[in-house]
């Protein structure tokens, strides 16, 4: 079975980690990097799809994670989460410094450019969404929350959900569904 489905202790195992980090506790540093560190890489890899930048950028985003344990909140993230924002935003910086080779065009073209950020009000909608969002996953029990977010971040079949939870398909099946109608009815409140 997956600690992502049905073990809320891993959670709480990295939350306790990143706190002993947070102490300067070497040897959980060193455990948290075990546990996390291919998941990290794959989030830097998604950025910046050079592997030596990657494993520079993890690096880096490990560095920012034993000065910064300390800042980590619980109730606002999950531990994966956060670290997964730090190398992400780690990448992005990396990103933003290199210098862009053969993409500079003549200033006269800014006002042809279609600015691809959104607004800052389509920026608090989407905010405002994903709280909404975070709100309604947390009414849903543990097992059909964790089955949702597998299935939906990590991309796990039915198939794959049922064969790590170890039950019948049919019942994966309806679980999942029961927990989306309970979330599309909670949205719509």
């Known amino acids: 079975m997956s600690e992502t489905i049905h073990d809320h202790g891993a959670a709480e195992t990295l939350a306790r980690t990143l706190g002993a980090i947070a102490n300067g506790d070497r040897a959980a540093f060193e455990q948290l990097y075990r546990a996390t560190s291919s998941k990290l890489f794959g989030v ?42 730090i190398a ?39 905010a405002t969404d994903n709280a909404r969002l975070g709100a309604c996953m947390e009414q849903l029990d543990p097992r059909r929350r964790s089955l949702i977010r597998v299935a939906f971040f990590e991309g796990a079949t039915y198939e794959e959900l049922a064969a790590r939870v170890g039950s019948p398909l049919g019942s994966v099946k309806s679980w999942i569904r029961r927990g989306l109608l309970q979330l599309r009815a909670c949205l719509e409140q």
């Open 44 to 85: 830097c890899l998604r950025v910046l799809p050079d592997r030596d930048e990657a494993q520079d950028v993890l690096q880096e985003a490990y560095a920012t994670v034993w000065s910064k344990a300390a800042q980590f909140d619980a109730s606002r993230a999950s531990a994966i989460t956060w670290l997964a924002m």
């Open 88 to 126: 992400r935003n780690k990448a992005i910086d990396r990103i933003r410094a290199t210098p862009a080779r053969n993409r500079s065009a003549p200033l006269e073209w800014a006002d042809e450019v279609a600015d691809s950020a959104p607004s800052p009000l389509a920026a608090t909608e989407h």
